[in-house]
């Protein structure tokens, strides 16, 4: 009983011809892929390259902390060494990111 004054109010209204319209075709989203990649070596060829912008300005960060940890060692071989370590692990880092865009491309061209 409740709900056919309600549709009799809305029907007097037009609300209830529009929500009944809205019901029957309802609204369709769709989602854009961010990537643009429908294969799984595409997707890691992004993410590799993502990766590569993001340690660039890392690197030149650590080799900076680097260096001023060596040069502001003064005499202390402890933060000598420490300095030396961080430049050292930073190019590592550096290099296994790019070794690891080879490893993609490699991989890519070996299924294809």
């Known amino acids: 009983m409740g709900f056919w ?12 011809e529009q929500a009944s319209a809205q019901i029957r075709n309802p609204i369709s989203i769709t989602l854009r892929n961010p990537l643009s990649c429908d294969d799984f070596g595409c997707v ?19 080799v900076l902390v680097g260096g001023f940890q060596i040069l502001f060692a003064t005499g202390d071989p402890e933060k000598l060494k ?16 790019l070794l690891a865009k080879g ?3 490699i991989i890519q061209n070996f299924f294809t």
């Open 103 to 105: 490893v993609v491309l």
């Open 44 to 62: 890691a060829n992004r993410i590799i390259d993502g990766l590569f912008a993001l340690s660039i300005p890392i690197v030149s960060v650590m």
């Open 5 to 16: 004054l309600l549709e009799k109010i809305l029907s007097w209204s037009g609300l209830f």
């Open 82 to 97: 420490t300095g030396k370590k961080t430049v050292l692990y930073s190019v590592v880092g550096f290099t296994v990111i």
